[in-house]
């Protein structure tokens, strides 16, 4: 099993930015995939990105624009989303998951086996 432990969000008015962090711990490396998905209020979980422990292969979603950063610190079995630039619709619960490795991106939620139990992020305009 992993467990996923996010923290770091919060209020925020737009513009501004915010870091999120995940901590994995368990069998980290059977589930080496670590991705980032929000869910809004009355829809479906979305796809942020996400980053392998070996190797930091990084994939984003499509929105990200090279507004969001994600990265590793495989010594703390943390992982860090950089979210700058926020707008009101980044107003969302954040997750962080653990699934398999793959070659590809894994965009799906039901592609990931542990979730962390997600933290609320809120940007007002």
């Known amino acids: 099993q992993v467990q996923l432990v996010e923290s770091g969000g919060g209020l925020v008015q737009a513009g501004g930015s915010l870091r999120l962090s995940c901590v994995a711990s368990?069998?980290?490396?059977?589930?080496?995939?670590i991705g980032w998905f929000r869910q809004a209020p009355g829809k479906e979980r979305e796809f942020v990105g996400s980053i392998t422990w070996t190797g930091g292969i990084i994939h984003y979603g499509d929105f990200v624009k090279g507004r969001f950063t994600i990265s590793r610190d495989t010594a703390k079995n943390t992982m860090t989303l950089q979210m700058n630039s926020l707008k009101p619709e980044d107003t969302a619960v954040y997750f962080c998951?653990?699934?398999?490795?793959?070659?590809?991106?894994?965009?799906?939620?039901?592609?990931?086996?542990?979730w962390g139990q997600g933290t609320q992020v809120t940007v007002s305009s």
């Open positions: 998951a653990a699934g398999p490795f793959r070659l590809g991106a894994m965009r799906e939620a039901n592609e990931y086996k542990y």
């Open positions: 368990g069998r980290t490396l059977n589930w080496p995939t």
